[in-house]
């Protein structure tokens, strides 16, 4: 009886490895846990890559308001310009400024000018924003004509 008891105590103590039954448990809860969490890590990039393109969006979409307000308080034109961000590493962003005095776009002749400015991502390339499928991002102000900002501008 005693070298019975030492032979199965030796086995007891002396197993190395796992069963096929507990490599096989655990693979299946590794594998039921990790679907989820790769989707939640694609969700959380996607997610990520809208935040970045929103900001961006919003950052160009403010310094082109900026720009043409600096160069409209000088030159008091009308403005209707177009271009594309690839200078700023995107090239899918468009944006346009418009500038104008008009009643009809709710300024006054010669008095108070309404800028626009827009950025979108042009997702077929066509430099023109689809309201169906194209996020835009638009900022507007008005800018009073006053006399100072052409003699500042002037250098006088």
Sequence with gaps: MNGTRQRG????????GQTLLELL??????AITLVPALRMMRDSVRVGRRVEAGTAMSTICVDRLEQYLALSCGSWQNVNITGDCAAQGYPQLKWQVFANDGAVFGGTPNRLMVIYSSVWEDRNNNNLWESSSEPRVQFATKLAHVVAYEHEAAGS
């Design 9 to 16: 105590r030796r086995r007891r103590n002396g197993r190395r």
């Design 25 to 30: 448990v655990a693979t299946s809860i590794i």
